[in-house]
């Protein structure tokens, strides 16, 4: 997950986006993927340098680039 530069996140019922062009630190890693239990959220999809945390269809239409029909 180290080399991921991109992140999508379901988040409630909202899809927070983080696309900064530079690699995403520990730190925002272990804000979005991993509970407060110390257990990582699932499901996670890695693809290049993204990383979805997540999963809805329109979700993973953004992650793949297709856009809603």
Not at 13 to 18: D, K, V
């Amino acid at each position: 997950m180290a080399g991921a530069q991109r992140l999508l996140v379901k988040a409630g019922r909202e899809i927070l986006s983080f696309d900064e062009g530079r690699p995403i630190t520990p730190a925002e890693i272990d804000a979005y993927l991993v509970h407060a239990d110390g257990f990582v959220n699932v499901p996670v999809l890695l693809m290049d340098d993204l990383l979805v945390r997540g999963y809805t269809e329109e979700l993973y239409r953004r992650a793949f680039g297709d856009s809603p029909s």
